[in-house]
C-alpha cells in the first residue's frame, strides 16, 4: 500500500482546494484514478514530481507534511529535528558516527514521526509557539531549557540520544555481518535492521516517562523486540553455519538498555574487545568436534576389532574426581 501516494493525494486536494474531479482535470488522468491513489495504489515517480511541483513540499514526505499539518509547520518541526540530531550526534560518546541523525538521505524527519505515531503520539494542532524561534540567536541554555520544558521535544531528544548509543553497538557488531558474503544475507528478513534503528533506540525508553505521551508504548516496544529478535536469530544461524566468528552476543541489542548499548560499543570502539569471541563460536567448534568423533568412531572400533554390540561406556570415568 503506497501511503506516500495517498497522504500526497491529500495534500494537493487541501493545498489547491479542489474536487477530486478537478485535480484529475489539472493531473491529466481519470477520477477514477484519484481515488485509487486515495486508496494506496501505487504512483509513478513522474505523476509524483509533477504533483509535488504543484504543492511545493520538494523532497519532504508527504505523509509528514499531512500529519504535522501544514508545510509551515512541517519546515518548523524539521529545523527543530536537524538541530537536535546534530546536538546528539555531537555528544555521543561511543565512538562510532549516528551517521543517520546527519540526515543526508533527507528521511529523518519521516522517520521520527513514524516512531512517534506508532508509539501513539499525537502532535498538537500546531508547532509549539515557545519552540518557534531562531535558534541562532537564542541564548544556548535558555534554549536546551525551553527544549527539555516541551514534552514533544524533550521526547525526540532522548530517542535521539538512545540512538546514538544503539546505532553504536550496531555499527561495532552488526553492520560489518550484515554485508559479509559468507552469510549472504542479501534480499533476506534483515532488510529492515538498518532502517528500523530508530524505532529500537525508542523502545529503550523507560516506560514511566513516556506512558502519559506515547499511549500505545507497551504495544510498540513488543512489536519492535519481538522483530529484533527474529532478524538478529537469522544473522546468529547465518554466521555459525558460516562460521563467522561473533564477538558479541546480538542480542544484547533487544535486551539491554540503550546505556549498556553505548558502553559496549565504546569499548569495542577502543579496542577492549578485540580478542574475544562470542561463546556460540567455541559451541560450533565443540559441536564440530562431536560429529567428527562420531564418524571416525566406528572405523577405529573396526580396527580393533571390537564389535558395536560389545562397547558398553562407563560414563563413571568419564566424571571429574
Known amino acids: 500500500m503506497d501511503r506516500e501516494a495517498e497522504a500526497l493525494v491529500q495534500l494537493a486536494l487541501e493545498t489547491l482546494s479542489c474536487s477530486q474531479k478537478e485535480l484529475a482535470v489539472r493531473l491529466g488522468v481519470s477520477p477514477t484514478q484519484i481515488s485509487k491513489w486515495k486508496n494506496g495504489d501505487d504512483m509513478s515517480s513522474e505523476m509524483e514530481d509533477k504533483i509535488r511541483a504543484m504543492v511545493n513540499i520538494g523532497d519532504k514526505s508527504p505523509s509528514f507534511v499531512v500529519w504535522v499539518g501544514s508545510l509551515e509547520a512541517a519546515n518548523k ?100 555481518l550484515i554485508s559479509d558474503d559468507e552469510l549472504d544475507l542479501e534480499d533476506s528478513i534483515v532488510d529492515n535492521i538498518d532502517s528500523c534503528l530508530l524505532e529500537l533506540a525508542a523502545s529503550k525508553l523507560d516506560i514511566e516517562e513516556v506512558q502519559d505521551l506515547a499511549t500505545q508504548f507497551r504495544e510498540f516496544r513488543y512489536r519492535v523486540k519481538r522483530d529484533y529478535e527474529k532478524w538478529l536469530n537469522h544473522i546468529k544461524d547465518r554466521a555459525l553455519r558460516a562460521g563467522v566468528p561473533l564477538k558479541a552476543e546480538l542480542l544484547h541489542m533487544v535486551y539491554g538498555s540503550d546505556e549498556a548499548l553505548g558502553e559496549e560499543a565504546e569499548k569495542e570502539g577502543l579496542g577492549f574487545n578485540s580478542s574475544r569471541l562470542h561463546p556460540d563460536i567455541y559451541m560450533d567448534e565443540l559441536l564440530r568436534g562431536m560429529r567428527l568423533i562420531h564418524q571416525v568412531l566406528p572405523a577405529i572400533m573396526k580396527k580393533l576389532g571390537i564389535g558395536i554390540d560389545e562397547f558398553t561406556l562407563d560414563e563413571s570415568e568419564l566424571r571429574i574426581k
Open 77 to 176: 518541526w524539521e529545523k527543530l529535528i536537524h538541530l537536535l540530531a546534530e546536538a546528539a550526534d555531537e555528544s555521543a560518546e561511543t565512538g562510532y558516527d549516528a551517521v543517520p541523525l546527519r540526515d543526508e538521505l533527507d528521511t529523518l524527519c519521516w522517520q521520527t514521526f513514524d516512531a512517534l505515531r506508532n508509539m501513539g503520539v499525537g502532535l498538537p494542532k500546531t508547532f509549539p509557539s515557545e519552540l518557534d524561534m531562531d535558534y541562532e540567536e537564542e541564548d544556548s541554555e535558555d534554549l536546551w531549557n525551553m527544549i527539555h520544558g516541551n514534552p514533544y521535544s524533550s521526547l525526540i531528544w532522548k530517542i535521539y540520544e538512545s540512538f546514538t548509543k544503539v546505532y553504536g553497538f550496531y555499527a561495532a557488531y552488526i553492520q560489518e
